[in-house]
């Protein structure tokens, strides 16, 4: 569908190594941080700096398996929300109601994939607005429950997950548990994503449904799953995040949109196709990097804010070009 | 990479003079360093119905009898703190029989809404008194000397750039915050101390002020501020600022503009390490417990919420023709000190309560405020 390439570009290109350019930008990135901050390079740095992107990274891992089936999902950030205003009103305080509170938030989180998924494959509502939807329903559902202000606190149980540390680690000395969550969730997506039939069969949907229908995806089950790993994406970031700082009642706030521009820097292809975990990977830590720099410089926040945009732009225009010259 | 940086560097100098305008005001910063220290008058333990300054309005000619009816325009029940302050209003208007009916219209934070309400009430005919807690300044002047035409007015919490309102209730006011905090991190560190300033965002008038004052302060007194940086209110955002600034460097005093993402910038140090600085916080239940649970050396400057009892009682002694404080009710500002913490801390509360509520004597405390 796209331009073909013509032969000398391709022989050009056979010279340059063909690496995604959201690594090249995150090393620049990391480079800048560097400069600014040697202390970067010690575990405390960089510890810190993947504790604070595990939440979006997760976020953004699932969010690729709905861009890369040919649609959106808005409702993780509002799901962050409910699952950590929640978490704070079941577990009341009991620090034992901990064993229960979080499968009961991965079951909400991937309740509200099904619902999702269910709601675009069989009432036919676009992804965008079905899951805006889904946004402002609870939102809502969070605000009922919690009176508009926080009602409780997190044990410290819940919030080993995204608050302790496993110290005594030979060579990093300590590793956050939330970066071993990372670890394996962002693993297990990647695997199921580009090794296992489910992978192809999204991107198949993605592409062209109808000659995925034809070749026999069962396209419905595909995009529901699609949505549901998106859903629990959703409820392990609010987990982590409600770990990492406590309880707030617009913690998810933004979230939705920086876990797809993630998987866009990454090279997910919006309306479907094309998206790779590790690259929305590599997109959560680019992002995060950007706040990262734009904190250690010290600018204003207006500033910041136009620099933050400035950015985004540039290296979502540099991935478009690069598709473009690859022709996929 | 390099450009990019020298180009923002530049375009952040271009930018900077833009901000702070108008909001370090030397009078107004003396003015309110005074009220801090002066003495209130009225009933004593009952700061809600107290007063700083001793001009007082006559009512008994404005000729309205009870039981009467109180509209009031609210900007917005948006966050924690005016969660409180709504709760401490219905349950004031509980108390007083010459309140008959009482008609509440959320503007939920817009401008717009909030005229066009205003404009709604008037036009309704049944309001008798109005009470509006103007969104913002400016944009609420007119709609507000509209009411003042129609009846009675009292003016709460932010005010109105028009004096026709019986009376405009507040406390102390920003400069007063900014001051009681600074004031305390210099007497609890040396001279040339690391102080990081944590703000929520720019451009918000009563948070300004804080800032100014409290930034007036800490420079006067050859403090090294090493930072002012904007969380947004966000925890998460919060507690990364913090992580990020202790990696450069120590720091000796944490001041900020607003208490709620406090917990969230102690926990940084704990997390990190470190032993926990000067802290300055603010009224919100969970930072006053975990300042008695580590013992911290901090303090608690408070905007206090029960000033959204006295605009209910201001309501109440114009329907009832008494004289009340005007025209300008200014309220006492009582910051939280070791020496009274542990008058303040209940476990019971939620963690954002606003201890400096002046509600523990009413009727349905705690369980209206969401205690158990």
């Known amino acids: ?328 | 990479m390099k450009h990019l940086l020298l180009a923002t560097g530049a375009l952040a100098l271009g930018l900077a003079p833009l901000h702070a305008q108008n909001f370090d005001d030397p009078e107004e910063f003396a003015k309110q360093q005074e009220q801090l220290q002066a003495e209130s008058m009225g009933p004593e333990g009952q700061p809600w119905v107290q007063h700083i300054g001793g001009d007082m309005v006559e009512t008994a000619d404005l000729g309205i009898e009870g039981p009467a009816t109180v509209c009031f325009s609210n900007a917005g029940v948006n966050n924690p703190w005016r969660v409180v302050g709504y709760t401490n209003m219905t349950e004031e208007v509980e108390n007083h029989d010459s309140i008959g009916e009482f008609i509440h219209v959320d503007a939920e934070g817009s401008d717009d809404k909030q005229i066009a309400d205003i404009d709604d009430l008037l036009a309704g005919g049944d309001c008798d008194v109005m009470i509006v807690s103007p969104n913002t300044t400016a944009a609420l002047t007119p709609a507000v000397e509209r009411a003042c035409e129609a009846m009675p007015v009292i003016v709460f919490d932010r005010g109105v750039n028009t004096d026709c309102p019986v009376t405009f209730i507040h406390p102390v006011g920003g400069y007063g915050f900014g001051i009681q905090g600074a004031e305390f991190i210099v007497d609890n560190v040396e001279e040339g101390a690391n102080v990081l300033m944590l703000r929520i965002l720019p451009g918000v008038d009563v948070l300004e002020t804080r800032y100014s004052a409290g930034r007036r302060i800490l420079d006067e007194a050859g403090m090294n501020i090493v930072g002012a940086e904007f969380t947004d209110g966000d925890n998460a955002k919060t507690k990364s600022i913090v992580e990020d600034y202790l990696m450069r460097g120590d720091i000796d005093a944490v001041w900020m503009d607003a208490g709620a993402t406090a917990v969230a910038a102690i926990e940084a140090f704990e997390d990190s390490g470190y032993d926990i600085p000067v802290f300055v916080g603010e009224d919100q239940q969970d930072f006053l417990r975990k300042w008695q649970d580590k013992g911290l050396t901090a303090i608690a400057p408070t905007y206090p919420t029960y000033q959204w009892r006295t605009a209910v009682i201001a309501a109440a002694r114009v329907i009832e023709g008494e004289a009340l404080p005007g025209p300008e009710w200014v309220l006492p500002q009582p910051a939280i000190t070791q020496e009274n913490l542990d008058e303040y801390v209940n476990p019971a509360m939620p963690p954002l309560h606003y201890a400096m509520c002046g509600c523990e004597d009413m009727a349905n405390y705690p369980e209206a405020w969401g205690g158990n």
């Open chain 1, 1 to 328: 569908m796209t331009d073909r390439a013509d032969p000398s570009g391709a022989r050009e290109r056979r010279r340059l190594p063909q690496i995604n350019p959201v690594w090249v930008l995150l090393a620049a990135l990391i480079a800048a941080i560097i400069f600014m901050n040697p202390g970067f390079v010690e575990p405390t740095g960089y510890m810190n700096f993947l504790k604070r992107a595990a939440p979006l990274a997760i976020l953004a891992a699932g969010q690729v398996y709905v861009i890369t089936s040919g649609g959106f999902d808005l409702s993780v950030g509002s799901l962050i929300t409910l699952v950590v205003v929640g978490s704070s009103m079941l577990t009341n305080n009991d620090p034992a109601a901990t064993y229960w509170v979080v499968p009961v938030m991965l079951g909400i989180g991937v309740g509200v994939g099904a619902i999702n998924g269910l709601i675009v494959c069989f009432l036919r509502v676009p992804s965008l607005i079905a899951t805006l939807g889904m946004m402002i329903t609870l939102n809502g559902l969070a605000f009922l429950w919690s009176g508009g202000a926080p009602r409780g606190y997190l044990p410290d149980t819940f919030r080993f997950f995204g608050r302790e540390l496993i110290r005594d680690v030979p060579l990093v000395r300590f590793i956050p548990v939330s970066v071993i969550v990372l670890v394996v969730v962002v693993g297990l997506f990647a695997w199921l994503m580009h090794r296992t039939n489910l992978g192809r069969q999204v991107h198949a949907i993605g592409d062209n449904p109808v000659a995925a229908r034809l070749a026999g995806v069962a396209v419905n089950r595909v995009r529901i799953t699609a949505f549901v790993l998106s859903g629990l994406s959703g409820a392990i970031a609010g987990i982590l995040l409600g770990g990492f700082a406590g309880v707030s009642t617009d913690v998810g706030t933004g979230y939705e949109l920086q876990a797809i521009t993630a998987a866009v820097l990454g090279g997910a292809q919006l309306l479907g196709g094309r998206g790779s975990v590790p690259a929305a990977f590599g997109g959560a830590l680019a992002l995060t990097a950007i706040f990262t720099l734009l904190n250690f410089l010290g600018l204003p926040q207006p500033v910041r804010q136009v620099v933050q945009g400035l950015i985004l732009i540039a290296a979502v225009a540099l991935a478009m070009h690069r598709r473009k010259q690859t022709g996929t």
